[in-house]
């Protein structure tokens, strides 16, 4: 064989080998502080978790359900997440999650702060 082609085979292999769905159902692990959250607002850099007002920290980092990082800028997601704070209460890492880690999550014993109770006067 020539060079080239089995450079072009190694080539193919690898392209096969990193393509294989193994590769992007790889399981995401949390830090043990975090917390699981109901995101109901962002508009950067205020984010409203559990009903709770909350700023991120510079260098916050929001990870999407493929674990590649959004902007928070431009990130318009509402639903379940994990969170994890800094020193300061400052949101620092944000996760949004996929319906499987949800369910992973409240294995774990995490639980969705239940919603307020609101009381009207009239």
């Known amino acids: 064989m020539k060079k080239t082609q089995v450079m072009q085979l190694l080539l193919v292999i690898v392209l096969i080998m990193l393509s294989h769905p193994v590769f ?19 508009s950067f850099p205020q ?5 709770q007002q909350m700023i991120m920290a ?5 990870r999407g359900v493929d674990n590649l990082i959004i902007l928070p800028s431009v990130a318009n997601y509402i639903g379940i997440v994990r969170y994890q704070l800094d020193i300061m209460g400052n949101l620092h ?6 319906p499987d ?3 992973a999550a409240e294995h774990e014993g995490l639980q969705l702060p ?9």
Do not use: H
């Open 58 to 62: 510079a260098g916050g980092q929001i």
């Open 47 to 51: 984010f409203t978790i559990n009903d």
């Open 101 to 103: 880690e949800v369910k």
């Open 24 to 42: 992007s159902q790889l399981q995401r692990y949390f830090p043990p502080d975090s917390k699981l959250g109901k995101l109901t607002a962002v």
């Open 114 to 122: 239940a919603p307020k109770k609101r009381f009207f006067f009239f």
């Open 93 to 98: 890492r944000v996760w949004i999650l996929t």
